[in-house]
């Protein structure tokens, strides 16, 4: 880590005083601090100053209060000052957070903690404060108000309204965000905690949302047009996630125009993964995983009455890209030509059992051209419509003439 | 010039798969640069091919003319596949069961479908045969085989158009001394087959 930012701050806040401080001198101390002792960087920061105050016997050098500024204008790694609007409560995991949420002015929100250390009083949902000398930092892009013991926190009035800005699902950054769209697919939930997960859609792009289990939270009903205020924007590998705990949802009158979110893509099919064909499903209400061979659920074990499903997984590949595909039973008994019902048949009357199913997909599909629609989740479409695409002798003068005729 | 993993990304889905090129039996043949990016073992062999592109799998139709099973403790499979520009030689070993299974259940003449990596081998005469490793190799009717040399004939002039503008396109040319005018020929003739 360098320290040298922060020790060229703490020299000049010193110089500001009327005192010479060595910086190279404050950032080592700023390391020993930080590296040896494990203390959080504000922290250091803050211990440092305070004994230069010491050394120098200076009033108000103690804690770098920071500039007042806008929520909007906070960058990662400085003390701020702050007035802001609780505008939401999360419930906290961790026993070092003493509460969590989310503040907003009216140029913009930020997510804000408050660790248990902090002494600090409990902070009222919908009430304003002035926050000094808070530290702001950044966790995978999206920044946070930290209010440590010596953030000085007042509660203030005020009556302006605040009224968050709407933004496209498609502008939105790693941090807080405010969107109309309407919830146009309700998914499984992945994990226990997991109260409701789906896809939104607006004008300009499609999001994931997610809402964890907490008492109070209601599901949002598919087809509805909300307004999301004051949602968490999460950023995983390159995909963003709406977490709406921290959300004010408000169900809108009427419709509104969503894009549909389904691409096109023509290619050859280069390769069918195993665990294509006829498959086994884990019977255990909300599981539905793949079984092993011995009907072996990973979670749940032994599962001998399970169910069976159909699928295709794969490469598409049109020689510059190649895309993962995942084709759905009915549009697999469609390409391939061959129903569930014709598949289990199979399975069952041959010594290869579902092997054989697999063997005649790839027979049937394999190296040919197709051209799949569908939604792309996590870099792997999901088909919706797909069919083989022939040859067009038509196809033919045009490249003719690319190739420049005769020579 | 290793590609960077996605930002925040340690997950197998941020590997990115090698795409299957489109080339023509008469341009493989003359590939000899063959190369290794990067220094570990694993890390991907390319084929430049010379129209300028590195090439770590290919995807290929044609018809399969001739088999020969070969080896006794290790069983192998090699085949030549004609497009209209040449041939294609193909092989499959006990590392590619599936294929070699593939290949032993097609009776030739058959168009096949072919996924695999090519390979290019010094003969005892000092010559170079590009060969093809076989990861599937599927029977497909002859629509399929029309519609790849379509497929082939537009990847081919697409890496010409470009040749010279590309790491890749500047070594072919330098390399190979690649004259666009000999290879828009050989996509002439192959679409020529296609009409008659």
Redesign the interface.
Known sequence: MDYSDTATRISLNVKAKGHEADPVKIAGKLRRLVEEFGVPPGEAERTVLNELAREFSLNGLGTPGGEEKGLNALLPGEWATVEAKVVSLTSSPSPAIAQSGILADSTGAVRFVVWAKANAPLLEDGKWYRFESAVVDEY?GSLNLKIHSGTVIRGISRDTVLIPAITPIADLTPGIGSVKAKVIQEWDVTHDRMHQSGLLADQSGTVKFVIWKEEGKERLVPGTVYSLYYAMVD????RYSLNLNSATVVPEEGDIAVISGDTSFAG?L??IAPGSGLIKRCPVEGCNRVLSRQNYCPVHEIQPGFLYDLRIKG?L??????K?ILIQREVAEQLVGMSMDQAKELAENNPLGTDEVFLRF??RI????LVCTGREI???MLVKSCEV?????E??AA??N?????? | MMASPAKGGFFRRDFEREPARRVFAGELRESRIHFREGDDEKSPTYVLLPTGERCNRVFLVGTLTEKKKQGDQNLFYRARVIDPSGTFFIMAGSYQPEAMQQIARIEPPAFVAVVGKPNVYETPDGAALVSVRCESVTAVDKDTRDRWVLDCAKATLDRIDSLGTTPDGQRAVQEYQTDPALFRKLVYEALSQLSL
């Open positions: 995978r950023e995983f590998s390159g050859a280069v390769h490469w590949d049109d020689g510059k890209v190649t993962d790839r027979e394999l190296g040919r051209y996590d870099s792997r695409l022939r040859f067009n002798p196809e033919i490249l003719l690319r190739a420049g005729g005769s020579p």
